[in-house]
């Protein structure tokens, strides 16, 4: 059975900064992305890495955000710096079995946590 379990939401300044976590449970090798999904709007790319730690990051968050993960720890996770309110979403984390990739659509992920708020006020 596979489990995506987010957490490091929260509300924070803009300027400021927050990390998020997934760890994840029933996967062998696998990329995983960071999408969020602000009310109204769809789901959007945020970053992903694969397996061996290649990233592809969204163009709005570039330079400001890092994804990375353990494999040892099974976990992933997205340092996020100098926030803005336009970064205010639930960030969800996902999993691709298509380790070698980086998959930049929702439809190619297989597996979803469920997702945890972070709110950005000005």
């Known amino acids: 059975q596979v489990q995506l379990v987010e957490s490091g939401g929260g509300l924070v300044q803009a300027g400021g900064s927050l990390r998020l976590s997934c760890g994840a449970s029933?996967?062998?090798?696998?990329?995983m992305g960071w999408f969020r999904q602000a009310p109204g709007k769809e789901r959007e790319f945020v970053a992903g890495i694969s397996w061996s730690g290649n990233t592809n990051y969204a163009d709005a968050v570039k330079g400001r955000f890092t994804i990375s993960r353990d494999n040892a720890k099974s976990s992933v996770y997205l340092q996020m710096n100098t926030l803005k309110p336009e970064d205010t979403a639930v960030y969800y984390c996902?999993?691709?079995?298509?380790?070698?990739?980086?998959?930049?659509?929702?439809?190619?992920?297989?597996?979803w946590g469920q997702g945890t708020q972070v709110t950005v006020s000005s």
């Open positions: 996902a999993a691709d079995p298509r380790s070698f990739r980086v998959a930049v659509t929702a439809r190619n992920y297989d597996y």
């Open positions: 029933g996967l062998s090798r696998y990329a």
